[in-house]
């Protein structure tokens, strides 16, 4: 029912052993920070399927390393404990059973200091393995390893808020969290972009996954498109003008998901006397009217649009005007299907296994959020969520 | 859940009076014909949500000329029936409360002689109508309404399919039926295409629906593309290498979908004493060979693919390519999501409702079935359905 | 989910073969009266789970002579057609396969008219059975399947009320109608009943089920009981009192209930133009205020007592007061469940089949209403359904 | 859906209070103690509905002392956090909302620590009370305090088990543990007794809840009773014979009970290697052929019944039988329904709230298990839980 990040093709192996080394320090210990404020009940529940435990993400992440990497290039290694492939194993059906996606949160253990043991324990194997030279071949998966944990770091923070921001008793997250101070405003604009051929794809060196390789040309007619995601003040004004009562701005499905799931605004907004708060990963605050709206899902991305009369962009303009937009506070729905690039092939074995599983039923989003990992904003990236989806640090952008 | 035909803007304007009303006579009979040889029980139930009651489609598609066409043109037109509005509206939320979708096959009244009588007062009101000249604007309606009918009459065809198909009994429907008669068999053969920019979407004279409109230049790398549509053959090899038991060729959703219904084969098809067979509007029968194979999801003709390791085309590719392809038995998914030509608009009112309400999750079909009414084959056209569709008349074109 | 009349053992072997053959005509001409006013549609539909549609039950009870009587005592009996079983069959698990339940409302095959066939060509055969002598298992038998039917006319009526009841368009089954004028009302009086041992279960001469029997002793503790069952108006008076409105005179799950089901007032009930109206086999009439309240479930039957501070009776007080008490125009729940009385046995075979198996979370209802058939109204009859029922004819009568 | 242990009505006053004192801290501890060799994370997840987190009950149980007796007792009382009331509430609809009770396990905060800090607050408030003169009025309370904190002690060991015995890893709770060693068996005897007129219910001094008053004649036929519990062993060859396989043995709502859930022996039981082991808080075992079964729904102890040609006891036999009968391993499932004892009134207010309100649609249960509470073990003692309900401590005697 949802999307799980999952690890596909790499093409970048140009970092040496010792660079190797600590960047894996590096990636591992960024897991941890991102924990360090919880208390050990926050790392076990999950609320609802989309969110994962806090610990799950800890353990699996540490899986990868010791299934992929450690049992078949380490000889003689041990297992820490040969159950938690059952227990951490996600998606990848051929590697063996998987704990059903909706009963992670009824797991109490492995503990927390299991997990943190588990870690400690593959972490030293890794570091020993990465003190020797390393074979093109498994730097390849070394890096993939690494943008696999990345991206469960943004996994962990949306899942965090989500299990935070949903308890009754709202407790902050830590006075200092990403997208506290938020950037400098500019007013928006529409930029007028020339119809033409484009060439759309990764180009170049760096790490990218397959799902942009395949560069190729798509033609463009000409558009516009804003130069700055939508304001909460802006879908304020959606909503104050009845936007969540009036079926005519939404697609037939978004309609029926309003009323059944009774949405009356974007996910972590309160009406408390008489005012409009969100819950941040700070607290409860009153909305901040110059921050991009966020935790939106695509039906609503595209109500609002209707309602302005105008559109979402598709994934080509966005990519094609990307350098003349300001993004990077939340991710963009675009109005793209996520679907192949033309030419795009399955890796083999496991770890492509799941390659192209998902281009089914889901849209492609553009840009990056506050809670992005580094290495993973880049102007050909494309994320990609089910319409329901609002968990996520997701926000709007208009085209016409 | 599903799809439902609503009509769009149309722009045909050149048939006369007179031909308006044998156009009418000959549209309206036809819907008549095809439930002819039904019980009067076969009119009533509603096995699936998917699949209406044929005496809601003919009660349907009067109450559309009754409500748009007679309501506001003839004077002192009277209701036939009042609460009519409430039992067949489908899905036009701004002309009243519509009866849920769901809740169709519990209805017993109207009876069919009803809604008989309902078609001969309405029919009566619109041919004295249509012995008048009529003004642009209701010419529009008209044959809006023509085509509304006429997408209607197709949805007969496949939900009486069902219906009879899934009745313990397995009733024919009638000696003669579409499709008894297969299409002459060609070899396939794979038409190389040149790359290059295509203009796609509709041109010219005759009836469109909007979301044909737009034509546009798409840009197409090289590809190939199959002559003919999978055989049931063909596809037999797939079920026969156990192609729905291995999760390598299947969407993440896909899989879900085939586990979770146990999903063996296309709908319609049984094992029996040891030789597969399938349900026909003429009975059960045993599988034809060289005939397209139909009445496969969009999970399955991607999972076919894959298997082959070969892919399905995109609709710029279907149409680009749709003259030197043979097609018109079955409907065939292609890689394209539903989604708007650069440039769609909504159009205003009750009519343009629903124009666009559609284009989320759900995959572009091209071609026509044999059981498509005469006026709605044409290459532009684009039918669309969601991805585990199977009632309908669908099959698989591969390209590469 | 829901109970259905099932026939168990039975005891009364003096009428002659005439007689059977006499009682034979009339049982089964009664079923063809109830439906004589319907149209053909109105046979098919089964609007919720609890609901047969009206050909079920007349081919059901058809099925019921064919399999236990015709196919084992006479010899060469051709069926009428083999794949009625799998049709008709309700919940004989060891005579084979059964159609589940909740798809009965998706067969619009067999016809009506086909089973009205079906049920000529058993009556010949049946007729003609009749004619000759039979032996005293034999006539246990036909007896049985007489109540067997009878039990089912019963329920012909109430899913009749049913399917009509629940038709956006409110049709009258016929002027006349059972119930249509009201018994002649009394005051109602709380009559003393004594301490003691009382004699309780079936006793003597005549047919009874088999949960009847194992006559046995009560203790009963001093009581009293209303000689009349509860008004529409005293019902009225709990709902305008607020009574759907506070949990406190409820059970936790018949709060849920009324939460989850959005209960507001007995089935049937309809607040129009400010005032109470209820629908009734003669169309939507305003409530009439003497009549006994109708078709409420368990939970308000419960909870109606206790905003009265009283209660109901047990089926041991009912049926010890029971020749003081004004009943017979609606079932009456009790607040004794379902459960076996001392020395129950299972009967042997498909026939005893099911005996017991309902004896588990119903409760016990006593009397008889006005669509009951002639037969089913004694004493110490034990009537019983799931507590959230509503669709039979049941009321309430207090005791203290 | 479920079960929950509410207090209702005392009549105890005879303890001083030093001994209420002694017996607050002796009560309060024993929460404490069961919860001893939990991991954090033990305390927080709910797999099912059914089951509640361990911090959940030690947070209500405080809750309970906290809202009854502190808050109208203790001038100038500060509650501990007034968001407590809606976290911890249960079914007290008269106290203030209530968190659902299926979200439960979604709640990491307050944390296990927290809940701790709120019982030495709670505790300290009390004790300081408790020094002092105590009203009868709040001697009841207390009591009531105590016993609804005992019986939560009974849902620790259930919920805990379940938590445990449901995790992968199968972890085991301690070295020791309630039930460890077995009671001395006996060789089972069937124990006539003879018909009569027997009081049932609660007589003289001593704590007992309401549902035990009203103590009442009830006659009862001759009948015997077996003197123990049905063992494994004899449960085995329940198993062994098909008894899960067979609909004869089974009411309708308990086969499809058993084939919706793939039902095939006890809660607990496993079939590892050809041998049938359970899961018990010391770690997976063999089966101990001796012991009594335990783990079974009422379905299943009325099936196995039914397969012995047998039956199960009322709950008014067992009462008169009860001090001829070896019992306390396991509660047992009666053949009564959980309904009023003649002369049962509702308590005013929320403390009696609940009293009758779960006196529907469940079975009474008599004697007592392993992990009940010292106090909890009496004759009269009705205990009742949901036909489906396993998680609790419960087997089978049986009667004819």
């Known amino acids: 029912m949802s999307y799980i990040l999952e690890p596909s093709l790499i093409l970048e192996n140009t970092s040496t052993g010792n660079e190797l080394l600590d960047r894996y320090i590096t990636v591992r210990n960024r897991s941890k920070q991102i924990c360090a404020p919880l ?8 609320p609802v399927a989309d969110v994962s435990p806090p610990k799950w993400h ?34 990848y059906e051929s590697v063996g059973v998987r704990v059903i996606r909706t009963n992670r949160g ?29 074979s ?22 949306t899942d965090i808020k989500y299990i935070l921001g949903h308890n009754p008793l709202l407790p902050a997250y830590a006075e200092n969290y990403p997208g506290k101070n938020s950037m ?38 000409d558009f516009e498109i804003s130069s700055e995601p939508v304001t909460n003040q802006e879908y304020l004004e959606f909503i104050q003008d009845g936007g969540y009562q009036n079926f005519r701005f939404w697609h037939a499905e978004g309609w029926d998901w309003v009323k059944n799931n009774e949405i009356k605004a974007p996910l972590y907004w309160h009406f408390i006397d008489g005012e409009w ?8 605050k009153k909305i901040d009217l110059q921050e991009p709206v966020c935790h939106v899902s695509y039906y609503e991305a595209s109500a609002y649009a209707s309602w302005k009369g105008l559109r979402l962009p598709t994934e080509f303009e966005w990519e094609v005007a990307s350098e003349k937009l300001n993004w990077g506070s939340v991710w963009e729905w675009t109005n793209s299907a996520y679907l192949p690039y033309p030419g795009f092939v399955t890796a083999p074995g496991a770890i492509g296994e799941y390659n192209g599983k998902f281009m089914v039923n889901q849209m492609v989003l553009r840009g990056a959020s506050v809670v992005t990992s580094p290495n993973h904003s880049r102007k050909t990236y494309r994320n990609f969520f089910q319409t329901s989806a609002r968990w996520q640090y997701i926000g709007i952008r208009l085209a016409k």
């Open 106 to 134: 009824n797991l109490s253990r492995p503990t927390v200091q299991d997990i943190y043991a588990y870690r400690d324990y593959v972490d030293a194997a890794m570091e020993n393995l990465l003190r020797c030279e390393v």
């Open 39 to 46: 208390q050990t009940e926050d790392y076990v529940v999950q």
């Open 136 to 157: 093109a071949e498994l730097h390849e998966l070394l890096v993939l390893g690494f943008y696999h944990e990345e991206q469960h770091q943004e996994l962990l923070w």
């Open 277 to 284: 708060c969100n819950y941040t990963l700070g607290g409860i």
């Open 184 to 221: 400098p405003k500019n007013d928006a604009v529409f930029i007028p972009i020339k119809s033409g051929l484009y060439e759309i794809g990764h180009q170049g060196e760096g790490f990218y996954f397959d799902n942009e390789l395949g560069r190729h040309a798509v033609y463009l007619p």
């Open 58 to 91: 800890l353990g699996h992440t540490t899986w990868f390393f010791e299934t992929f990497i450690l049992k078949p290039n380490v000889i003689g290694y041990q297992d820490f404990n040969a159950e938690y492939n059952y227990v951490f194993n996600s998606y």
